[in-house]
């Protein structure tokens, strides 16, 4: 994952190097050479993933793919949240880096400690997907786009929720192979043990609003980003209405950043008018190089 960048872009390198100097750990090699079990496990993924997504926008600012912070918004879908607030200015890239490490351990201690499960529902309305949790004692983890949900809890829960979404007529009910209920009140222990690294760790006011996941509403002080990467550990991830939110305040181009194109395909789910690109790799930035300017992201 990332090798590309590494390869292709001097100043994608130069994120790498300064991951595994501020982690103290060789974090390029394992994205790069794995092992692909060691990589998965969330204290490694979750800064694995943001380096090389901020590699990859480096990369494009340099390239002239992008104007320097060309957003009117920038979202981040869970751990992207902290992609975000860097590229916003609001988070420093080394202080962020071992922010999301610390996270993702206390999300992995979280999830040994008390068992979890999440699962897909796909093709039930959301009030529905409520109800069933409602009746099931699971949670709902993440509203993605309509008809699709991701909802977690005990691994009791999450199979009878599973049972009665396909009675109730969902298309599709997928258990996900992950190792906590994340966004749930599972994570409860997580948001605590964050408490005092965010509370430590310097924050300015964001150059760019941030839509938050816990509210789909926009956020620049530093302060609501401290409340923010707390809440968002324990609450749904409002992805549907954050997008909304986006374009009901004029967003038209959705840039989507880093590895994957999970989200570009999200948003034309929720407004297939909507138009989207994604940098995810050296071919796309080379290809995009000749974009032209994107001031109304």
């Not at 529905?128 to 509203?143: G, M, P």
């Not at 605590?192 to 310097?202: L, S, W």
């Not at 930035?285 to 992201?297: K, L, V, Y």
Request: hydrophobic share 40%.
């Amino acid at each position: 994952m990332g090798l590309d960048l590494y390869q292709s872009f001097p100043v994608a390198r130069r994120v790498f190097q300064e991951a595994d100097e501020a982690l103290g750990l060789p974090l390029s090699s394992l994205c790069f050479e794995g092992p692909e079990d060691t990589l998965r496990q969330t204290i490694n993924a979750q800064p694995a993933i943001m380096t090389v997504s901020l590699a990859c926008l480096q990369a494009a600012l340099e390239e002239g793919c992008l104007q320097e912070r060309p957003a009117a918004f920038m979202a981040g879908h869970s751990l992207g949240e902290y992609t975000a607030l860097v590229a916003a200015g609001a988070l420093g890239f080394r202080d962020g880096l071992r922010l999301v490490r610390e996270r993702g351990r206390l999300m992995q201690e979280a999830g040994e400690r008390v068992p979890g499960a999440m699962a897909a529902i796909i093709g039930l309305p959301e009030d529905k997907v409520t109800e069933l949790c409602y009746q099931t004692r699971a949670e709902v983890c993440n509203l993605n786009s309509p008809g699709q949900a991701v909802i977690g809890g005990t691994r009791e829960a999450v199979a009878q929720a599973i049972e009665e979404a396909k009675a109730r007529g969902a298309r599709q009910a997928i258990r996900l192979n992950v190792s906590g209920a994340f966004h749930s009140s599972l994570m409860g222990p997580a948001a605590e043990g964050m408490a005092e690294p965010v509370a430590r760790t310097p924050f300015t006011d964001a150059q760019v609003p941030i839509v938050a996941n816990s509210t789909a509403q926009a956020i620049t002080s530093a302060e609501a980003i401290r409340r923010e990467l707390l809440e968002q550990l324990r609450r749904p991830v409002l992805w549907q209405r954050s997008v909304e939110y986006m374009i009901e305040n004029g967003v038209t181009t959705f840039v989507e950043i880093g590895p994957g194109r999970v989200l570009t395909a999200l948003i034309r789910r929720i407004d297939g008018s909507a138009n989207t690109e994604n940098i995810g790799d050296a071919p796309s930035i080379r290809r995009e190089a000749e974009c032209g300017d994107r001031s109304d992201e």
